[in-house]
């Protein structure tokens, strides 16, 4: 196992040697990038990155260039993480056979839009962690299909408008919640299973470097504020991003051993669901007064999983 | 590696068993497998092995799904090492998307195919289907006929996709139980003289080297996909002379000689058959019985399916008036692909002779020396006549009212 | 940095589409770092230096990598890579901001002399 690179505060985090490159195509202010960067800094090992089609992997390796800084492979939609349980696999093989290709340790990091993480690529990351590879997934939740000009997902919020959920006159956006991938990968039983937010730096970069010390499969799920689809002014991704945080609409938790809950950031002020509605045009038809309800009870399962997660830290299960 | 024959021990193994030892001698370094019949088997094999620590310290990968085995097999080999899988049918179906990226990225993967029809309807036994579903996909594919040729190719395979100068995934394709469940006597090497025949591979442009890394799998727009695309075909059609040269190795090594086209009887035969798969066996046996009573007919067999060995099929077939292509897959609105590779050569050669095609064989229809004989007998017919008297398409052990097209 | 001086015969590419990060110890001429997003922007960020408490908030939101701090203090900023998103000057805690957006137009010297006086509603 690798020593934890010592990242005390912002100043040291800053001197890390860059992995990821500019000169890349996402939007500007994208989150994917700021949740990117703040996960390969957390470590100074070796990374193979394994990237599922999606905004990232459309935007960083456009030929003839690349933005990585260290070895990383797109195959298709569905299948990151069964490309990285490859990979990873290969380097255990050839650790025991005795020539390896490189000295120093190697994490292996697959990320995934929501789409290919909760949707098209669901399979195989259900059967990669299932199998135990020593690999990160984490999912870089915009909560659509972004790239290809905002889609719904299963990730996509109830009440979202997004091209193939769209407000009308008679429909207020997406019908269903999200599905809660976290719970059903700590159902998995991953050592580690957490969600982040790129605003909350300290404790992503937390939760990424025990990630990284685990040793089998752990998931990661990262709000990723889309300008461009979530509708609000590039630079408010951050702000967003802590909106959702502080509005427990996107709790900061993790989970260790398949039970273990820790809420790891708890606001001192609670924002509502409707202040977190109100920053993104993606929300703007549910302040019609025949689609009020929706916020209201959107608000009530926020409080009522939030209650859930304290309850459940509290009780230690 | 001494380039002369190694000691060889026979025992009596199926097509699956024999490509099972196969991987195991060549000391993979990642098997990522689903099983599917018929080629389950290899995958229980390859397992039992693993279990009783005679993998090499290979790791073995038992993914959910074929799509995540190719996926991973892709991810496998572009961190640096050998790797092989198998699968049959639905299975390699569901891995088509990642066999092109495979050779896209040109990435030696070894897969044995246990050919299987494909549904629907649905049915678990032997036909081409699969097999001509990815030949556009850019694999190097040989043909094993018996459980002898599936394990010789397999070294074959190593030694070729993995050559800097091909680096490209090969498929080595058998016939569903036919082959593949069918045991017979097979000659097989000591593990050391297997594996010194191909030797340990190192991997080109490794990801987990972790001082040079690399992109594996950038999109190329408009400006750069054609030239990526036309390198990969240049790579394909010119590997024929690396197989060519192993052949040879393999001769010499194995005693055993193979050729992009095998020949049977062909250099004086007026009507010949061409085909592929474990029908070129049964055919071996009509040309005999033929042959004996004076008939002047033979026999070639695609050893190499991709790249199309256009001037070895050209030099087999050159003597003979009238030909057939067997095809063991449905054509579904056209003449069966190999029929189009054989009408291909003809034109490109300037050659003028009769052509018929037959569908054979779907779905594990048996095929008989009765029925050989009676295309045969079609063949002369058009040899006699001296043009074709039979439609171009006509089906073999079919029940029902005769079937024929164009 | 246009793409034709990469653009090569068939013959020429990397089997398989491969691209390289490095080339020796500095980036490959494949590296993103080698092309530039500046026609992007239509607005630039611009650093003052006067004001900064060197936090490195700016570094570590900047979705384009485009802060480049040295030794934990903040250097300058990467024009050829920063699109304009503006999410630096969004994060920046001091009052006045060490980084405010102005037009492409505007000359760094013009921005640091029209600099915004500190906000007295923000502290009050
Ligand atoms: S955020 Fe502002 S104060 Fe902090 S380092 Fe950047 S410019 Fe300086
Ligand atoms: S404007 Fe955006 S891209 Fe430019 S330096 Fe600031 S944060 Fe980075």
Redesign the interface.
């Given at each position: 196992m690798s020593d934890i690179k010592q990242i005390k505060n912002l100043k040291d985090f800053s001197t890390s040697v860059e992995r990821f490159q500019g000169g890349h195509r996402l939007c500007p202010g994208c989150s994917h990038s700021i949740i990117v960067r703040e996960m390969l800094n957390a470590t100074d090992d070796n990374i193979c990155v394994s990237t599922a089609t999606g905004c990232l992997e459309v935007c960083t390796a456009i030929y003839p260039y690349t933005s990585w800084d260290l070895s990383w492979i797109h195959i298709g939609f569905e299948n990151a993480a069964a490309a990285i349980s490859g990979t990873e696999a290969m380097y255990k093989a050839l650790q025991k056979k005795g020539r390896p290709h490189s000295d120093k340790p190697t994490k292996f990091v697959a990320f995934g839009g929501d789409g290919g993480t909760y949707d098209i690529g669901f399979q195989s990351l259900s059967g990669a962690v299932e199998r135990g590879h020593d690999f990160i997934y984490v999912c870089l939740d915009n909560e659509g299909y972004m790239n290809t000009g905002g889609q719904r997902s299963s990730s996509t919020p109830i009440g979202g408008a997004t091209t193939t959920s769209p407000a009308g006159k008679v429909s207020y956006g997406e019908k269903r919640l999200k599905k809660d991938m976290v719970q059903i990968m700590a159902a998995h039983g991953c050592e580690f299973v957490a969600q982040v937010a790129p605003s909350k730096w300290k404790d992503l970069v937390k939760k990424t470097q025990r990630a990284y010390q685990a040793s089998g499969p752990v998931y990661i799920n990262a709000v990723s504020p889309c300008p461009t689809e979530w509708k609000f002014a590039p630079e408010k991704s951050m702000e967003i991003c802590d909106l959702a945080v502080d509005s427990c609409v996107f709790p900061l938790y993790q989970i260790e051993d398949g039970h273990k809950v820790t809420v790891t950031y708890k606001p001192k002020v609670k924002k509502t669901v409707e202040e977190y509605c109100a920053a993104q045009g993606r929300f703007k038809h549910l302040f019609r007064p025949e689609f009020s309800h929706v916020i209201e009870d959107w608000q009530k399962r926020v409080d009522a999983t939030w209650e859930y997660l304290l309850k459940r830290e509290e009780a230690g299960i | 590696m001494a380039n002369t024959k190694a000691n060889q021990t026979r025992v009596v193994w199926d097509g699956n068993m024999a490509a099972a030892q196969a991987l195991r001698q060549a000391q993979v370094?990642?098997v990522?497998a689903y099983p599917i019949t018929p080629s389950t088997p290899i995958v229980q094999n390859y397992s039992q092995f693993v279990a009783d620590g005679n993998a090499?310290?290979?790791?073995f990968?038992?993914?959910?799904?074929e799509?995540?085995?190719m996926?991973?097999?892709?991810?496998?080999?572009?961190?640096?090492?050998r790797?092989a899988t198998a699968t049959s049918s639905q299975g390699y179906a569901l891995m088509v998307?990642?066999l092109y990226?495979a050779s896209?990225?040109?990435?030696p993967i070894i897969m044995n195919v246990v050919n299987r029809a494909l549904a629907s309807p649905l049915n678990i036994h032997g036909d081409h289907s699969d097999m001509y579903l990815g030949r556009d996909a850019g694999w190097i594919n040989l043909c094993a006929y018996s459980p002898q040729e599936v394990y010789d190719l397999n070294f074959i395979a190593f030694k070729t996709g993995e050559d800097l100068n091909v680096?490209l995934p090969v498929a080595i394709n058998q016939d569903g139980f036919l082959t593949s469940h069918t045991a017979e006597v097979v000659e097989h090497f000591s593990d050391e003289d297997a594996f010194g025949f191909i030797g340990?591979y190192v991997?080109k442009?490794?990801?987990?080297?972790?001082?040079?890394?690399?992109?594996?799998?950038?999109?190329?727009?408009g400006?750069?996909h054609?030239?990526?695309k036309?390198?990969?075909n240049?790579?394909l059609v010119n590997s024929l002379d690396t197989i060519r040269a192993n052949f040879k190795k393999y001769a010499e090594f194995s005693g055993r000689e193979y050729h992009p086209v095998e020949t049977y009887l062909t250099d004086d035969a007026e009507e010949i058959i061409v085909c592929m798969g474990s029908v070129f066996g049964t055919t071996q046996i009509t040309v005999d019985q033929l042959r004996a009573s004076g008939r002047k007919v033979g026999l070639v067999g695609i050893r190499v399916w991709r790249p199309f060995p256009k001037e070895d099929l050209a030099a087999a077939i050159k003597n003979a008036k009238s030909i057939a292509a067997l095809d063991r897959s449905c054509p579904m609105g056209t003449t069966g692909a190999l029929y189009n590779e054989v009408a291909a050569v003809l034109v490109e050669n300037g050659m003028s002779k009769n052509l018929l095609n037959y569908i054979y064989g779907l779905g594990g229809r048996d095929t008989t020396t009765e029925h050989l004989s009676g295309i045969f007998s079609d063949l002369k017919a058009c040899s006699d006549a001296g043009k074709r008297t039979k439609p171009v398409v006509q089906t073999i052990n079919l029940r029902g009212k005769m079937l024929s097209f164009y | 940095m246009t793409e034709e001086h990469l653009l090569k015969g068939w013959e020429e590419f990397e089997a398989g589409a491969i691209l390289y990060s490095f080339d020796g110890s500095s980036h490959h001429i494949n590296n993103s770092i080698q092309h530039s997003v500046a026609d992007w922007r239509a607005e630039k960020p611009v650093f003052n230096e006067e004001h900064c408490i060197h936090c490195q908030f700016c570094w570590v939101y900047c979705p384009d990598t485009s802060i480049i701090s040295k030794d934990k203090q903040f250097d300058h900023i990467d024009y050829v890579h920063c699109k304009g998103c503006g999410i630096c000057v969004d994060v920046c805690p001091t009052n006045p901001k060490s980084l405010v957006m102005f037009t492409e137009q505007t000359t760094n010297d013009e921005a640091i002399r029209n600099w915004p006086a500190k906000d007295t509603k923000k502290d009050a």
């Open positions: - | 370094d990642v990522a090499n310290d290979g790791e990968v038992m993914v959910e799904s799509h995540s085995a996926s991973a097999c892709v991810g496998a080999s572009a961190g640096g090492g790797v998307e990642v990226q896209g990225m040109r990435l680096r340990s991997g442009n490794p990801m987990l080297d972790g001082e040079n890394p690399v992109t594996y799998g950038a999109q190329t727009e400006e750069w054609f030239e990526h036309m390198r990969q240049h790579a | -």
